[in-house]
Protein backbone atom coordinates (compact mmCIF):
# COMPACT_ATOMS: atom_id res chain seq x y z
CA UNK A 1 0.00 0.00 0.00
CA UNK A 2 1.04 3.45 -0.59
CA UNK A 3 3.16 5.25 2.65
CA UNK A 4 4.72 8.76 3.12
CA UNK A 5 7.27 8.68 5.92
CA UNK A 6 9.00 11.79 6.89
CA UNK A 7 11.94 11.99 8.90
CA UNK A 8 14.77 15.28 9.98
CA UNK A 9 12.84 16.74 12.41
CA UNK A 10 13.20 17.83 15.55
CA UNK A 11 14.42 20.61 17.78
CA UNK A 12 16.91 23.30 16.42
CA UNK A 13 17.08 27.22 17.23
CA UNK A 14 15.97 30.42 15.81
CA UNK A 15 18.44 31.32 13.34
CA UNK A 16 19.01 27.52 12.57
CA UNK A 17 18.38 24.97 9.90
CA UNK A 18 16.77 21.47 8.96
CA UNK A 19 15.79 19.22 6.45
CA UNK A 20 13.35 17.60 6.23
CA UNK A 21 12.93 14.22 4.06
CA UNK A 22 9.60 12.02 2.96
CA UNK A 23 10.80 8.54 0.93
CA UNK A 24 7.50 7.21 -0.86
CA UNK A 25 6.40 3.81 -1.49
CA UNK A 26 3.76 1.94 -2.88
CA UNK A 27 2.96 4.33 -5.57
CA UNK A 28 4.25 5.75 -9.06
CA UNK A 29 5.88 8.58 -7.48
CA UNK A 30 7.32 10.44 -10.21
CA UNK A 31 3.61 11.24 -11.86
CA UNK A 32 2.31 12.82 -7.96
CA UNK A 33 2.61 16.31 -7.25
CA UNK A 34 4.19 16.67 -4.11
CA UNK A 35 3.90 19.19 -0.88
CA UNK A 36 4.86 19.78 2.65
CA UNK A 37 2.13 21.13 4.85
CA UNK A 38 1.89 22.04 7.97
CA UNK A 39 -0.19 22.82 11.58
CA UNK A 40 0.99 24.25 14.33
CA UNK A 41 -2.01 23.71 17.54
CA UNK A 42 -5.00 25.61 17.38
CA UNK A 43 -3.84 26.10 13.34
CA UNK A 44 -5.51 25.13 10.13
CA UNK A 45 -3.05 22.89 8.16
CA UNK A 46 -1.47 25.21 5.89
CA UNK A 47 0.37 24.50 2.68
CA UNK A 48 3.63 25.32 2.97
CA UNK A 49 5.19 24.40 -0.66
CA UNK A 50 4.68 22.06 -3.48
CA UNK A 51 6.69 20.61 -5.95
CA UNK A 52 4.56 19.29 -9.37
CA UNK A 53 4.88 16.39 -11.41
CA UNK A 54 5.68 17.88 -14.60
CA UNK A 55 9.07 19.56 -13.57
CA UNK A 56 7.14 23.05 -12.92
CA UNK A 57 8.44 25.71 -10.45
CA UNK A 58 8.11 25.19 -7.10
CA UNK A 59 5.63 27.11 -4.91
CA UNK A 60 5.79 28.06 -1.92
CA UNK A 61 3.25 29.90 1.06
CA UNK A 62 4.61 33.95 1.73
CA UNK A 63 5.98 33.04 5.11
CA UNK A 64 8.81 30.39 3.90
CA UNK A 65 9.63 31.90 0.33
CA UNK A 66 13.21 33.12 0.02
CA UNK A 67 13.73 30.43 3.40
CA UNK A 68 12.82 26.95 2.24
CA UNK A 69 13.44 24.81 -0.78
CA UNK A 70 11.50 22.24 -1.96
CA UNK A 71 13.02 19.31 -4.10
CA UNK A 72 11.86 16.11 -5.60
CA UNK A 73 14.54 13.08 -6.54
CA UNK A 74 12.05 10.47 -8.52
CA UNK A 75 14.85 7.99 -8.72
CA UNK A 76 14.48 7.92 -5.12
CA UNK A 77 11.40 8.56 -4.56
CA UNK A 78 12.02 11.38 -1.90
CA UNK A 79 10.63 14.57 -1.28
CA UNK A 80 12.95 17.37 0.70
CA UNK A 81 12.16 20.29 2.38
CA UNK A 82 15.58 22.97 3.55
CA UNK A 83 14.43 24.59 5.75
CA UNK A 84 16.82 27.65 6.30
CA UNK A 85 16.85 30.98 9.24
CA UNK A 86 14.36 28.87 11.34
CA UNK A 87 11.88 30.80 13.16
CA UNK A 88 9.67 30.09 16.34
CA UNK A 89 6.41 30.62 14.25
CA UNK A 90 7.65 27.82 12.10
CA UNK A 91 7.08 25.46 14.87
CA UNK A 92 4.50 22.99 13.58
CA UNK A 93 3.96 19.12 12.34
CA UNK A 94 5.03 18.83 9.09
CA UNK A 95 3.48 16.58 6.81
CA UNK A 96 4.35 15.01 3.37
CA UNK A 97 1.49 14.96 0.68
CA UNK A 98 1.08 13.06 -2.50
CA UNK A 99 -1.22 14.17 -5.30
CA UNK A 100 -1.59 12.76 -8.20
CA UNK A 101 -0.71 15.10 -11.12
CA UNK A 102 -4.45 13.99 -12.74
CA UNK A 103 -6.46 12.19 -10.69
CA UNK A 104 -7.57 13.70 -7.46
CA UNK A 105 -8.77 11.56 -5.37
CA UNK A 106 -5.06 9.48 -5.39
CA UNK A 107 -3.93 11.21 -2.32
CA UNK A 108 -1.39 10.24 0.85
CA UNK A 109 -0.69 11.96 3.51
CA UNK A 110 2.48 11.17 5.61
CA UNK A 111 2.30 10.62 9.42
CA UNK A 112 3.62 14.08 10.25
CA UNK A 113 7.37 14.62 11.77
CA UNK A 114 7.12 17.51 14.60
CA UNK A 115 10.03 20.58 14.08
CA UNK A 116 10.54 23.22 17.12
CA UNK A 117 11.86 26.32 16.69
CA UNK A 118 12.78 28.08 20.27
CA UNK A 119 15.72 28.76 21.85
Known amino acids: QAQLVESGGGPVQPGGALTLSCLAS????????MSWYRQAPGNARELVAL????????NYVDSVKGRFAISRDNSKKAVHLQMNNLKPEDTARYYC????????????WGQGIQVNVSS
Open 51 to 58: IPSDGGAP
Open 97 to 108: YAQHGKTAWLKY
Open 26 to 33: GFTFSVYD
